[in-house]
């Protein structure tokens, strides 16, 4: 009878519902296999022989060296130290101005990085490649197309490198700066002696992604109009690709990126934690 009893009220009792760590579970599973389900798909999908004929021709992607390297990876990298170079001194110049007493000096550095934050990159390249030359006519950039990339780049990169070093410095404790002058150092001499340096040292991790971010948007020379000599991975790619009816030569231009851009992005996040851990 008790057995009898004890039945009923197991079949009785409504069934148990899932732990939240249960749902968890579950949720997580049905992600995984909805993930591998779109890669089946689109791998039963895909068209592998044509994919490969057109974008890893071997022979042709060993054509494309050392040239690529010699000239092209060679070009994208001056043209982004270059631009980074004008940028991070005309940038640093701008923040002391946005932090400047003199109301005059504040105002000019915001109007100045509010305009070249607000316009695209490539509308700065054309302006320095096509409207100063006929703004201006007879008067040539130095450097040549060298010149012209430093420039646009340069002037973009400032206007982010100059908030992010206001950044840096307004994140020194202001103890420091009193420290210095009171052991006698003027204004000037404790922000280069003092300030700055530590301001830099916080500001590293995001000046190495402008400086990932700067090598990416160095393939705007596509618009500049370049000769053979001055190409760049992302038009030496093109020309290639154009010259061969095949993509293979954008493939090959896109791995150069990615050997510079990962490694730079694994420093900078290894910096932001080192950074993380002495906060």
């Keep these: 009878m008790t057995e009898r009893t004890d039945g009923a009220a197991r079949a009785a009792r409504p069934p148990r519902r899932p732990t939240r760590r249960q749902r968890r579970r579950i949720l997580r599973g049905a992600q995984y296999v909805l993930f591998a389900g779109v890669l089946l798909t689109v791998g039963a999908l895909a068209d592998w022989e044509r994919l ?79 409207a100063v030359p006929l703004a201006f006519p007879g008067t040539e950039i130095p450097g040549g197309t060298y010149g012209k990339v430093a420039l646009g780049l340069g002037l973009v990169a400032a206007a982010y490198i100059a908030e992010t070093i206001r950044a840096g410095i307004q994140a020194v404790p202001r103890g420091q700066l009193e420290a210095a002058r009171s052991l006698g150092f003027s204004h000037a001499r404790a922000m280069v002696s003092v300030i700055i340096p530590q301001a830099f040292r916080i500001v590293v991790p995001p000046l190495t992604n402008e400086l990932v971010l700067l090598f990416k948007d160095s393939s705007l020379v596509l618009f500049l109009g370049v000769t053979l000599e001055e190409r760049e991975l992302t038009k030496f790619g093109r020309d290639l690709a154009s010259q061969s009816a095949n993509s293979t030569p954008i493939l090959v231009a896109g791995v150069c990126y990615l050997l510079v851009t990962v490694p730079l992005g694994l420093v900078v996040r290894r910096l932001e934690r080192r950074a993380a851990r002495a906060r």
């Design 52 to 130: 490969a004929e057109q974008f890893a021709q071997g022979d042709l992607a060993g054509e494309l060296f050392p040239e690529i390297l010699t000239v092209a990876l060679r070009n994208t990298v001056l043209y982004t130290l270059s631009g980074f170079a004008l940028g991070l001194v005309l940038g640093l110049v701008v923040a002391l101005m946005r932090l400047s007493s003199v109301a005059p000096y504040r105002w000019a550095a915001t109007v100045y990085i509010e305009f070249f934050r607000g316009l695209p990159a490539l509308l700065i390249f054309i302006f320095v490649g096509v």
